[in-house]
């Protein structure tokens, strides 16, 4: 029959169709992927984490202000909440640097042999949360990164408390992991093959490493100085008996090409340079002080507008007059009201130095020995480690030394002199004394820390130092400073969690809700 | 497409103002699924499916509209275009036709024709529309605070800003050192814009005999656009033969090869490099020819500063005149054949195998100084980039068919059965460097930083379907459809869908034949299902890494990859829709009726769902969203006057267009499309899609007001905007709809008088019911250009006292000085109000005249091998007759994609056209 022969014709050719979606995974497979990877090299490309922005957490701190407001550069500079100028820290962390830790942690899951990275990383991870929390309060902690291995596309948030107990048992524990007979992280930037000083091998690289945890360690346990002394005391007493950093060889740091690689403040000062200011306050501080620093800071341009043509600006610290806090442009263009006024397309006043301290090729700091010499002064002064006000002036001292020697690894600099420290030592402001010493300490802090912006503003809001003018401009702080930033506007649509997570700081997501060691 | 503009119920053609070889948007019957996915309906060259492949100007990623593939096809190849409607062209064409299909035959020659040749020939010259004088002030000048700049570091910060002194004719420092009277020079943009032109010649040769035909043409396009240097060449081969080998065996081939330069397509709808942004961004005062002749300054090579947001607004002349460039080369072979076997004289059977190969190849380059007035980076090499990018794709389509129809008495039966498999093959190659060695020198040898990668993809969906038109005396219809798709993007577990249609018409007229006053009369109705993996891409389900082409410091680094999580569990998503219809002739069909009504579901639709990036990722792809489109469609056509010589035809045609979002797949009910401002590049508002509310909706803040709906202010008389406590904005932070961008009412008008030879077009169409943002109008309130600006210092006026009340509701009595901090803030704040308006309009769209002197020559004696001459003359875009949009033509929006949907940002303005055309036929 015809019609039969039709209908085999028919299947066949259905089955030749029809079944053909055997090779379809096949087809689905991109042979050019990289779907596999050490997790070493995904743990080196997570370590530059988020170190702040100039018109965040450096205008809070006052070390910086853009003056004006042409529309897109409102933010701190006049107590704004603006959602762009909050997000960096967040967006820069979560589906970036944290994203890489997660993974690579997940691919090391049952692996015994690389415990020396896991350290790391769980270390690390831990360093990035303190900011995030010092930053936003109750961020999501337990649950982030796991969109992928458990499907969580809106993460709880976790209290801001709780999250800080589990960082203490994050970093503790992954320091007693640290094996110096394990394995050597080749792929470290801070510490590894290739770092700027290299470890021969895993013990020389665990022993900065435990500075490095340590340190991280002081540093958390002195968050909570306002709050509960007794177990800031502990863990920084913990910290100090583990060993925290002793020399500026054990800093967390990286330098950059410039070229291929570059510090990413500089592009924001370079490009519309005439909005980009150093404040008064912290020009004035360097000023007062006579400090040797000041001069690869700070510079005055012919043209503010055009800072990148101009490579030789006057850099002498008597000549700089920093932006003053909470003024617009069109006041301070204006001299009658007492400002400097206009300087070629800008303002007559001072920036940042583009050749220097704002370099392309300027170092990136994490976690250095200046800042942890200070955190133990001031745990000195407190009682909190042994030697009282004598071991607090040692710690001081040596670390604006220290500091100060950090300079040479910028370029366009010379080394800031023997004698050139110990006169600066001997300033009044400057000089350590029994009285102002949480002042002194913490300015330092301060000045040492106009590189990480995240530990600028966190350690400013704890101490209390130095004693800054709020910003008046309007009384959206009520008179106050920022004291956290507000959540991504994108996490109120995209995350069901949002809304408990408001309740919980107190209702509102705004700029003066406290972080929990704030308060 | 502009020949179906405005002509078809249910089709919405908008073209942008893009340049010379821009992409249209084309949406049947609404936009089926949310932005991301292909929206356009699916173009059917002679059975070859190809997607429209719109590449628009999408804002930051992409500031240059690189055209369509409809550029592909030759007009004057056309033999017949259908446009397909409903999602039962899915059952032909699958689910690429989810959002109908427009059909496209070429000519292939007519058999026992004897040879001809056929030439056409058209030139078409355009400029630009200016409506600039509705909003533009043109009484103060450049300068801030009230102040003209003194100095020329002043001037260079100055220049976006119209805030200074009142224009008094007297000299005044600009940019470049120079001083100029300080007096208005309006509308720069328009003098910066050149005529465009294009001339197109078409020259075909065609044949028949008894057992087959040819026709075979070649066409020649030359254009350029209104932007300077935007030149969009063309080539097209075409070939259509049929032969017939025997009495039952036939064959027949298309070829179409396409070779197209689009040179320097304009930079719009960005913020940075493009002459819409600068000139509609800067100050009266300073004339073009300061901008043209001092565009380099003449110290370093780089750009000269004209005003302090260098970098996002950049002087157009300098680019022009130093050598940057775009082009895009682009070569396209579509080919077709199709063998046919009748093996009886009621079943036959079909082959048919389409190949379509595109190569195409850009290469453009920044230079060093544009966008900034220091060519060096940091590390003291130039700036500037080179980039070349070459894909390279392959697309099969193989198809079998075995039909039949048979006669049973009153029944009718036509039945056909086939399979289908789509393959695809695309590889990119990318290359770029930057920061160069040597100056002026824009290649890869040069650049110290170099990247390249290589992009690949496969993907196949193979198809079995089949149908039935079963017929009852001529009177009654049914069809039977039913189709079943396997995807290979898709989780084999998920990866095949069946999706049937069944339709039926009753020819009503066939019982009435006493009604003389009835022609024809057909009532229809439709439902239907389909199908698609449409936005799911090949490899979505995988995670993968990224090494960082350059080592840090000796070392390597790597990051995961992309912004979608992943997700292998994606289905394909479905589009339902039922339609009845009414199709009238009546009086002589004199009069002609054509009614549809429609209801489209879209379920499951595959969308990039946002997600807390706490998560590690931004988005995900996720199967949730569902949306309904909905509408009306009419064409009335009449023919109130027939005589002899003279015939009057008009025709109407609409479509209401209802949408409404059902489902964004989370708990919020609301998702975020895009945040314009947060592109970096853009500045106002967002798009959402919100349950319950009609699709493509536009968000901004608004003024914040109190119960009585005042308007509050600061105690400073400051504005304020709404926020996350507003009412209705909690999980917006304060963003509120303002409307939607898809116009409710689509439509036009058109008349044809027809005297003798002479044939004589007037169309009028409309676009009523939507809601547009307007940037435009944004930057020029804050930087002080637009007349709205002119509040507060207008004669007599010393600030301004903005009209609204404090929060105890008493008025507000502050007086406001610094009118540019208080204007910026409508953009910090993101408030919305002044710049929303509707983006209705009614244009006078084209008019022509056409005449047949085909007869008139051929009375020539020497002349009658002349089988055919007419010659036509039209002009396009006449006046606009009505748009609520002050300034702007409300239809030139940048994008013809659906992700910048209603967001007016620096559009090329709307042209008007000329066109005379020539064809002869021997």
């Not at chain 1, 801070?190 to 690289?205: L, M, V």
Request: net charge negative; proline share 4%; aromatic share 12%.
């Amino acid at each position: 029959m015809k019609s039969k022969k039709q209908y085999i014709l028919i299947f066949c050719v259905l089955f030749l169709f029809g079944a053909c979606d055997t090779d379809f995974v096949e087809i689905n497979t991109n042979p050019y992927a990289v779907t596999d990877i050490d997790p070493a090299i995904l743990f080196a490309g997570a370590q530059r984490t988020h170190l702040g922005t100039y018109g965040a957490e450096h205008t809070i701190v006052q070390q910086f202000v853009n003056p004006y407001n042409q529309g897109a550069t409102l933010g701190f500079n006049f107590n704004a909440d603006i959602d762009g100028v909050n997000n960096p820290m967040w967006d820069n962390s979560y589906p970036a640097t944290i994203r890489n830790m997660v993974q690579a942690m997940t691919l090391l899951e049952g692996n015994t042999q690389r415990v020396n990275l896991l350290s790391m990383i769980r270390i690390w991870k831990a360093q990035t949360f303190m900011g995030l929390v010092d930053t936003y309060a109750d961020v999501p902690y337990f649950e982030a990164g796991k969109a992928v291995s458990e499907g969580i596309f809106s993460p709880v948030y976790d209290d801001d408390a709780a999250i800080y107990d589990d960082l203490y048992k994050e970093i503790t524990e992954a320091l007693a992991a640290f094996n110096t007979s394990g394995d050597f992280v080749s792929a470290d930037l801070f510490y590894g093959a290739n770092a700027e000083i290299p470890s021969a091998n895993a013990t020389a690289q665990v022993a900065k490493w435990k500075k490095l945890g340590n340190s991280l360690l002081l540093r958390l346990g002195m968050r909570y100085s306002k709050i509960n002394a007794a177990k800031a005391q502990a863990i920084v007493g913990e910290a100090l008996a583990g060993g925290v950093m002793t020399s500026n060889d054990d800093n967390a740091y990286v330098k950059y090409d410039g070229s291929t690689f570059v510090q990413a403040t500089n592009n924001n000062l370079r490009n519309f340079s005439q909005f980009n200011y150093a404040a008064e306050p912290f020009v004035d501080q360097m000023k007062n002080t006579n400090d040797p620093r000041g001069k690869f800071i700070f510079a005055t341009f012919a043209d503010p507008g055009q800072v990148g043509s101009e490579p030789n600006p006057d850099t002498n610290l008597a000549n700089q007059f920093g932006v003053p806090v909470g003024v617009d442009e069109v006041a301070l263009a204006n001299t009658g009201l007492g400002y400097r006024g206009t300087r070629g397309g800008g303002l007559n006043y001072s920036q940042y130095n583009i050749w220097v301290a704002s370099s392309p090729a300027a170092p990136d700091f994490w976690v250095t020995y200046a800042q942890t010499s200070l955190l133990l002064a001031e745990a000195a002064k407190r009682g909190w480690v042994p030697g009282g006000d004598a071991q607090a002036k040692i710690y001081y001292d040596n670390a604006i030394a220290a500091d100060m020697a950090v300079f040479s690894l910028y370029p366009g600099t010379t080394p800031i002199s023997g004698p050139e420290v110990t006169a600066y030592l001997a300033e009044p402001g400057v000089a350590y004394n029994a009285t102002d010493a949480l002042e002194l300490i913490n300015t330092q802090y301060w000045i040492v820390s106009f590189r990480n912006g995240t530990e600028a503003f966190a350690n400013f809001r704890r101490s209390g130092f130095p004693a800054l003018t709020p910003n008046t401009y309007n009384n959206d702080l009520q008179g106050g400073f920022a004291r956290r930033m507000t959540y991504p506007d994108r996490e109120g649509s995209s995350n069901v969690n949002y809304q408990a997570a408001v309740a919980a700081i107190g209702g509102s997501d705004n700029l003066t809700a406290r972080v929990f060691w704030d308060n | 497409m502009e020949s179906l503009e405005g002509r078809v119920a249910g089709l919405n053609i908008t073209p942008p103002a893009a340049g010379a070889g821009a992409s249209t948007q084309i949406r049947l019957r609404g936009q089926a699924a949310f932005a991301g996915a292909n929206n356009a309906p699916l173009i059917v060259i002679n059975g070859l499916p190809m997607d429209q492949g719109a590449r628009p100007a999408d804002g930051a990623g992409q500031q240059r509209d690189r055209g369509d593939n409809l550029q592909n096809i030759n007009p004057d190849d056309i033999e017949t275009m259908t446009v397909l409607k409903g999602a039962t062209a899915a059952a032909l064409y699958g689910s690429r036709a989810a959002n109908g299909a427009i059909i496209i035959t070429t000519k292939s020659g007519q058999k026992g024709q004897g040879i001809g040749v056929e030439f056409t020939s058209s030139f078409t010259s355009s400029k630009a529309l200016n409506f600039l004088d509705e909003i533009q002030q043109t009484e103060y000048g450049i300068g801030q605070s009230g102040a003209k700049p003194l100095t020329q570091g002043q001037a260079q910060s100055q220049g976006q800003f119209g805030f200074g002194a009142r224009l008094d004719g007297t000299p005044v420092m600009n940019f470049d050192g120079v001083m100029r009277p300080y007096s208005a020079n309006p509308s720069m943009l328009y003098d910066f814009l050149q005529q465009g032109t294009n001339f197109t010649n078409t020259i075909g040769l065609s044949g028949g005999h008894a057992n087959g035909s040819f026709r075979v043409s070649f066409s020649n396009v030359d254009a350029e656009g209104i932007v300077p240097l935007n030149e969009y060449k063309k080539r097209i081969f075409n070939a259509g033969i049929n032969h017939d080998f025997n009495k039952k065996l036939k064959l027949q081939l298309n070829i179409n090869y396409a070779n197209e330069n689009n040179i320097n397509p304009p930079q719009i709808g960005t913020q940075g490099d493009g002459p819409v942004n600068f000139f509609n961004r800067m100050g009266v005062s300073t004339p073009i020819e300061a901008y043209r002749d001092n565009a380099k300054n003449p110290v370093n090579g780089a750009e000269y500063k004209t005003n302090g947001f260098l970098g996002t607004i950049n002087n157009p002349y300098y680019p022009i005149q130093n050598g940057q460039y775009y082009k895009d080369v682009r070569n396209r072979f579509l080919g077709t054949a199709t063998l046919r076997y009748d093996i009886t004289d009621w079943l036959y059977a079909q082959g048919r195998f389409n190949y379509d190969y595109l190569n195409s190849f850009s290469e453009w380059d920044r230079l060093s100084g544009t966008g900034t007035d220091n060519p060096f980076q940091g590390d003291g090499t130039y700036k500037g980039s080179y980039n070349l990018l070459q894909d390279i794709s392959t697309d099969i389509n193989a198809d079998y068919l075995i039909g039949g129809n048979k006669q049973f008495g009153k029944f009718s039966v036509d039945a056909s059965f086939g399979g289908n498999t789509w393959r695809t093959q695309w590889q990119r190659m990318d290359q770029s460097s930057s920061n160069f060695v040597v100056a002026d020198l824009y290649s890869i040898a040069n650049g110290t930083i170099q990247n390249q990668s290589y992009g690949f993809n496969r993907t196949r969906v193979n198809s079995l379907y089949g149908w039935a038109e079963l017929g009852y005396n001529g009177m009654f219809y049914l069809n039977l459809t039913g189709r079943n798709d396997w995807f290979s993007v898709l989780n084999p577990a998920n990866n095949s869908l069946f999706y049937p249609s069944v339709s039926g018409s009753f020819i009503f007229s066939e019982l009435l034949t006493n009604q003389t006053w009835l022609n024809y009369g057909k009532l229809r109705g439709s439902w239907a299902k389909v199908g698609s993996s449409n936005g799911v891409n090949p490899y979505d389900g995988l995670l993968t890494y990224s090494i960082n082409p350059n080592q840090f410091n000796g070392q390597t680094l790597a990051t995961v990859n992309g912004n979608l999580a992943p997700n292998p569990n994606l289905q394909p998503f479905v589009v339902t829709e039922q339609e009845i219809g009414l199709e009238m002739r009546m009086f002589n069909n004199k009069v002609l009726v054509d009614l549809a009504a429609f209801h489209k579901v879209t379920t499951d639709q595959i969308l990039n769902v946002q997600i807390s990036n706490t998560s590690g990722y931004p988005e995900s792809k996720q199967n949730t969203a569902s949306l309904r489109n909905s509408g009306l469609e009419s064409l009335i056509q009449v023919t109130p006057i027939e005589t002899g010589n003279f015939k009057w035809v008009s025709s109407w045609n609409n479509t209401y267009l209802a949408t409404e979002v059902l489902d964004v797949g989370n708990d919020t009910g609301t998702l975020l499309v895009l945040y314009f401002n947060g592109t970096g590049n853009e500045f106002l508002g967002e798009l959402r899609y919100t349950e319950g509310m009609p699709m493509n909706q536009l968000y901004t803040r608004t003024y914040l007001r109190n119960a009585n709906g005042e308007i509050l202010v600061t105690p400073s008389g400051g504005l304020r905007a709404t926020d996350a406590n507003t009412p209705g904005a909690e999980l917006t932070n304060g963003f509120l709809p303002v409307g939607s961008s898809i116009p409710k009412y689509t439509g036009g008008w058109n008349n044809t008088f027809t005297y003798k030879k002479l044939s004589v077009g007037v169309f009028i169409d409309y676009k009523l019911g939507g809601t547009v943002l307007s940037s435009t109008h944004l930057n020029m309130l804050r930087q002080g250009h637009s007349i709205l600006s002119l509040e507060g210092r207008r004669e007599g006026e010393n600030g301004l006292t903005f009209p609204g009340v404090y929060d105890d509701g008493t008025p507000n009595t502050s007086v406001v000085t610094n009118l540019q901090g208080f204007y910026a803030n409508y953009r910090n704040l993101q408030i919305g109000d002044p710049f929303t308006y509707k983006s209705d309009f009614v244009k006078l769209r084209s008019v022509s005249l056409s005449y047949n002197l085909t007869d008139a020559i051929r009375s020539i004696g020497a002349l009658d091998f002349v089988k055919g001459l007419s010659v036509s003359a039209s002009a396009r875009n006449l006046a606009i007759l009505y748009k609520d949009l002050p300034g702007l033509d409300p239809e030139a929006i940048q994008s013809s994609g659906d992700l910048r949907a209603g967001y007016e940002n620096s559009s090329l303005p709307t042209a008007r056209s000329f066109n005379f055309s020539l064809n002869v036929k021997f």
